[in-house]
T-cell receptor, first 114, second 114 residues
Framework: GAGVSQSPRYKVAKRGQDVALRCDPI?????LFWYQQALGQGPEFLTY????????KSGLPSDRFFAERPEGSVSTLKIQRTQQEDSAVYLC????????????FGPGTRLTVT | AQSVTQLGSHVSVSEGALVLLRCNYS??????LFWYVQYPNQGLQLLLK??????LVKGINGFEAEFKKSETSFHLTKPSAHMSDAAEYFC????????????FGRGTSLIVHP
C-alpha cells in the first residue's frame, strides 16, 4: 500500500517568502507528526496531531510556523516570511494509533531559503 | 527530560565484519528506545524498538539491540555487514507513560567497504 507522501520534495524560497509543505499520511492513521531535520542532525519534533486536533505545538520554533490538519488526514505545514535558518528537511510521520511507537516517515521536503 | 548520545558520527566497516553503533540515553522515567535507518533521499524506517519485556530486541535486516539499564545504553549490532547496510542510523528515546515526543540522536553514518 501507499506510504506517507510529501510534496514538494524540494523547495527553494527567497528570504521573506511564504511556503506551504504538504503531507499525505497513510490512510486511516490517527496520529501525524512534523519534524525538522537540519543538516547533520537528527529530526527534531515540531508538532503533533491526533486526527484533526493539534495536541502539541511546543516544537514550532516561532509564530511564523503554522500547521493544520483540518479533516484529520492531509496536513500542511506553513512557514511565513521564511528566514535562512529555516533551511532544513521537513519530515512528516504518521502512526496508526495515538502513540509514536510505530511511526511511518515520508521522504521529506528539503527547503532551501536563499 | 530525555536525551540521546550517539558516539561516532561515522563508522566504517568492511563487508562481512561486525557492525556496532553506539547509543546512550538519559531519561527520568523508564524509556522506550528505537533505532531508525535513513537511506539517501528517503524518510526514516523503523529498524527495531524496545518498550517492555525482553531486553534483547531483534529487528529487520539482521539487526539487533540490547537494552542495558545499568549502562543506559541501547547499542545496535549486526554480525556481518552488507554493502546495502550503508546508510544513516538514528537512535531515539521516548519516555514511557504516555509521552509521544521522541528525542533523536544526531545520527551515525555507516560506511561499508568491499
Amino acid at each position: 500500500g501507499a506510504g506517507v507522501s510529501q510534496s514538494p520534495r524540494y523547495k527553494v524560497a527567497k528570504r521573506g517568502q511564504d511556503v506551504a509543505l504538504r503531507c499525505d499520511p497513510i490512510s486511516g492513521h490517527v496520529s501525524l507528526f512534523w519534524y525538522q531535520q537540519a543538516l547533520g542532525q537528527g529530526p527534531e519534533f515540531l508538532t503533533y496531531f491526533q486526527n484533526e486536533a493539534q495536541l502539541d505545538k511546543s516544537g514550532l520554533p516561532s509564530d511564523r510556523f503554522f500547521a493544520e490538519r483540518p479533516e484529520g488526514s492531509v496536513s500542511t505545514l506553513k512557514i511565513q516570511r521564511t528566514q535562512q535558518e529555516d533551511s532544513a528537511v521537513y519530515l512528516c510521520a504518521s502512526s496508526p494509533t495515538g502513540s509514536s511507537n510505530e511511526q511511518y516517515f515520508g521522504p521529506g521536503t528539503r527547503l532551501t531559503v536563499t | 527530560a530525555q536525551s540521546v548520545t550517539q558516539l561516532g558520527s561515522h563508522v566504517s566497516v568492511s563487508e562481512g565484519a561486525l557492525v556496532l553503533l553506539r547509543c546512550n540515553y538519559s531519561s527520568s522515567v523508564p524509556p522506550y528506545l528505537f533505532w531508525y535507518v535513513q537511506y539517501p533521499n528517503q524518510g526514516l524506517q523503523l529498524l527495531l524498538k524496545y518498550t517492555t519485556g525482553a531486553t534483547l530486541v531483534k529487528g529487520i535486516n539482521g539487526f539487533e539491540a540490547e537494552f542495558k539499564k545499568s549502562e543506559t545504553s541501547f547499542h545496535l549490532t549486526k554480525p556481518s555487514a552488507h554493502m546495502s547496510d550503508a546508510a544513516e542510523y538514528f537512535c531515539a528515546v521516548k519516555e514511557s507513560g504516555g509521552s509521544y515526543i521522541p528525542t533523536f540522536g544526531r545520527g551515525t553514518s555507516l560506511i561499508v567497504h568491499p
